[in-house]
């Protein structure tokens, strides 16, 4: 390994080299050269494209570090601030420029001389972003934008007192995984009290993104939210039909599958009714311990499973590492979750999570670096669309990492035996995700097409939603006061409204690559690097289609992938 990955960053063609955002001063006169610059031929034109998508890199990927720094520490108040200004008042002044640049180049007579196949998906993003544009709405934005941090701050506060330690969330979680039923139980509680200790103010704080969100829609003449986000989503190749059809395939095809993996639950852990903490058990034999002691070894084992997959794939988790692209361990004053976060000048990407030393962190782990392969492959495109993939392409890269390593994480359990149940684990979160999926997606459709709902309303709405698609077999006799407040640690939901169902369907294609992958290996590995490559230069069932697999939410589709998943874990249960 070691000459794999280019360490180059891209050289900068526009702006100079040394040029440093800073005030919107130093800022200005290159949106203001870009307007006011003269286009009189094709070439021409092409060249203002590529000036104005260098600019968009260098504008967005030092955003981007600015998010890194904040979210890696909450209490950091100079990182805080540089964010709180590029959101306040970068943003704000760059947005009017880029409307009016998005209607210089789709009035440029020139326009349709460009080459269609590679500036098809770059066009129509430019016209959508046309038709959803309005003045009154910029600062509706960035308001939003501040408002939904205060999610991210509140549970990065969030702390567990346990046998006189305090916990992050995430750390508490992991008790849970190996704790006898009655301590389960009592950090479970613990967990959820801790989070209804700021419901109001999260409930509060909903209460005003669902009204700015609101009123954005209606500025741009939507009747709702929902509908103004799914064209601000660039959802061209499938509508909000096919999110109902989802859900009621997940409802119709795995619920089953998970109430025979319950039932197997309870019969292994020798009770007659099962309660939520209960459901963080192995099916059957134990838990796999822990996977690695530091986020050094989380770190060389994972490029070590990657590296069978793809040289190439453990390349660039190296290269992050030795670039300081990694911050995985979890702490107070930590934001809570994980993402990758590509940065399109550097082209080695930044892993966030919030490693505990469990099996979750491991799937964790190859799931962003799924993220972060693909960041990779589509770094040198110079179009800014092709780069900022949609999330059904996105999260194809990243759920089927998980998948296609797994037989390799003998590298974390050396031991047959924990490897076997680190894989009824794996396999059966697969099938887990997806009805928590359709569940907040759902909730989200009721949210913004009813945005005059009461808190009661919402409450009664959310058991309703849940109870329907969480039917697995689980009590929750006298704990419905933990349900109402499961939704609140959805960061989704306050942060990145609709961006969920994403998962569910990238899901469903992860499990297809898989399945190729089980019959043809090296195809398999290949067709899914192919289709990454691709980047957004094609539409989302294309780019699925290269991957050798379809885009299909149909009750036959996912009771077909469903079964196959069953199947694979009867073979390691029995």
Known sequence: ?????????????????????????????????????????????????????????????????RYIRFTCDNEDEKAMESYNYAV??????????TDQLNRKLNDSPFKEELDTQTYFIFLRSIKNDIDLYQEEN?????DIKMRSKNHGRLFSKMIIKHEGQELTIQQARKILEDADRPTREMIYSKINARVREDRDELDSTFDDLLQLRHQLALNAGFENYRDYKFQALHRFDYKVEDCFDFHQSIAETILPILKELNLLRKKSIGVDTLRPWD???????????????????????????LHHINPLFGEVLNIMNQRGHLDLASRPGKRPGGYNMPLPVSG??????NAANSIKDVRTMMHETGHAVHSYLIREYELNTSKNLPSEIAELAAMTMELLTMDYWDTFYSNEEELRQAKIWQLEKVLVTLPWVATIDKFQHWLYTHPEHSAQDRIQQWRSIFYELNNEGVDWTGLEHHIDCMWHRQLHIFEVPFYYIEYGMAQLGAIAIWR????????????????????????????????????????AYVKELGDFVKKELERLLF
């Not at 058990?281 to 986020?295: D, I, Y």
């Not at 089980?518 to 980047?535: C, E, S, V």
């Open 1 to 65: 390994m070691g000459t794999l990955v280019k360490l180059v960053e891209k050289e900068r063609v526009y702006l100079p080299q040394t040029f440093k955002i800073s005030v919107w001063s130093k800022l200005k006169p290159y949106y203001h050269e870009l307007v006011k610059r003269p286009i009189e031929n094709t070439a021409a034109l092409e060249k203002w494209i590529a000036d104005w998508c260098e600019l968009n890199d260098v504008v967005g990927e030092e955003f981007r570090w």
């Open 138 to 142: 910029v600062s509706i934005v960035s």
């Open 88 to 97: 306040q008042e970068l943003s704000p002044r760059i947005s009017p420029y």
């Open 348 to 353: 080695i990407p930044f892993i966030f999570m």
């Open 516 to 555: 190729n992958f089980r019959q043809n290996p090296q195809k398999a590995i290949t067709d899914y690097t192919n289709a990454l490559k691709l980047g957004y230069t094609r539409s989302i069932p294309e780019v699925y289609e290269m991957a050798g697999i379809e885009f299909n939410f149909s009750k």
């Open 279 to 305: 459901t963080v058990t192995a099916l059957t034999g134990n838990r796999p311990k822990e996977a690695f002691q530091s986020v050094d070894e989380l770190i060389k084992k994972s490029v070590q499973s």
